[in-house]
């Protein structure tokens, strides 16, 4: 029964499910291979299986602190530290979180308000908007620059102005592959310099970055560090997106009101998982080479459709490659990734799907965190369409 369905007024009127979840429903309905959503389907590391399991056989079950384990946060800061030569208190500048998405609506409903502008560079990944639009900003969508995705500072730079609360950015990007290099992070620092600007860092990737390219988080530049939430991502680095666990890092000011909104939502994040990672997170082989890992899929895939009609563009970071398909269709992005699932069998995502409003560069994402055997399958597709 629907009781008074003319006073429901929604807040996303023009948001429906998330392009992952349609395009893996898809997927599954038609037996596709899923090359559409994000996640490995290869096994986590057995080690780290057997700590989470020791951990709950042990009776660690219960709430774990408001703003994470302690020798988890701990761990956290001597990484940030050995990665980016930042140090972050873990009593006051650390929290761990239900996977690097919660961290992201935490952050923007900590600080952004009614008529606040936040700028967005598009393609973007999907949860920024609507959680903008959910607490009353403004967002300010800036194009990302063909064909290689590059930011136009100048164009940022004038769209700076009082109402500006917020600049989110993420490298390695999704779904693009492509990064912030050094001179980015550089002109970011200027044009935020001497205002109140915070920024939101999206870094889930940062473990998965090609081609001798250093990562160039935020933490590792002072004067952007000390405005900025860094988002991470324990899923996306170890092959188990499905526990949703990650953290935030920021100075203490921005962090306790980041944590003020966090304990409403999910208050804290599961034990034994804490437990285990905090040991395992310690010996940085665990994540070091997850690079090496991911660069060698990337490149067996492109080598393995280099006979395909698709341009290739190397991805420089993330485990998503894109492949534009402008020689072969003249069709919209959406309906032929529809079309490549019903009648070829593989999924992909449209990067269409990450503009705020219709766009058609003809490009589909497609995922290459999975087995030799999928990718191989996946290829063989791809090379007759």
């Not at 020791?54 to 956290?76: D, T, V």
């Amino acid at each position: 029964m629907n009781l008074y369905p003319e006073a429901i007024n929604s807040k996303l009127p023009n948001t429906g499910l998330s392009i992952f979840a349609v395009m893996s429903a898809m997927a599954n309905k038609y037996s596709a291979i899923n090359l559409s959503q994000g996640f490995p389907d290869f096994k986590s590391c057995p080690k780290l299986i057997e700590l989470v399991h020791n951990y709950m056989k042990k009776g660690f079950n219960q709430y774990a602190p408001m703003p994470g384990l302690m020798s988890l946060r701990e761990a956290i800061s001597e990484k940030t530290e050995y990665l980016y030569n930042a140090v972050y208190n873990p009593d006051t500048e650390i929290t761990v979180t239900a996977g690097a998405k919660q961290g992201i609506y935490t952050a923007i409903s900590a600080f952004v308000k009614e008529d606040d502008e936040v700028i967005v560079f598009e393609p973007a990944y999907d949860s920024y908007v609507p959680t903008i639009k959910l607490n009353g900003g403004t967002p300010i969508c800036v194009h990302l620059k063909m064909p290689d995705y590059k930011v136009d500072w100048n164009e940022v730079r004038k769209l700076l102005n009082r109402r500006t609360k917020m600049i989110i950015i993420n490298t390695p990007h999704n779904p693009t592959g492509t990064i912030l290099k050094e001179d980015d992070m550089k002109e970011l620092e200027r044009i935020t310099k001497n205002t109140g600007i915070i920024i939101l860092s999206d870094e889930v990737y940062e473990h998965i970055i090609f081609d001798n390219h250093n990562h160039q988080s935020v933490c590792r530049y002072p004067a952007l560090a000390e405005r900025s939430l860094v988002l991470s991502s324990f899923g996306k680095t170890f092959h188990n997106t499905g526990w949703k666990i990650g953290y935030c890092v920021a100075p203490s000011n921005l962090m306790k009101e980041f944590r003020k909104v966090h304990q409403f939502i999910v208050f804290c994040v599961n034990s034994p998982i804490q437990y285990a990672l905090a040991d395992y997170i310690k010996d940085k082989s665990n994540y070091e080479n997850l690079g090496e890992f991911y660069q060698k899929k990337r490149d067996y895939f492109l080598k393995l459709v280099e006979g395909s009609r698709f341009k290739k563009t190397p991805s420089l970071g993330t485990y998503f490659q894109s492949l534009d398909y402008s020689k072969i269709s003249e069709e919209d992005e959406m309906p032929f990734a529809e079309k490549l699932i019903k009648e070829h069998g593989i999924g992909s995502v449209p990067i269409s799907s990450f503009y705020n409003k219709p766009i058609n560069n003809k490009i589909l994402r497609f995922c290459f965190a999975k087995s030799d055997e999928t990718l191989e399958k996946a290829a063989e597709i791809l090379c007759k369409i």
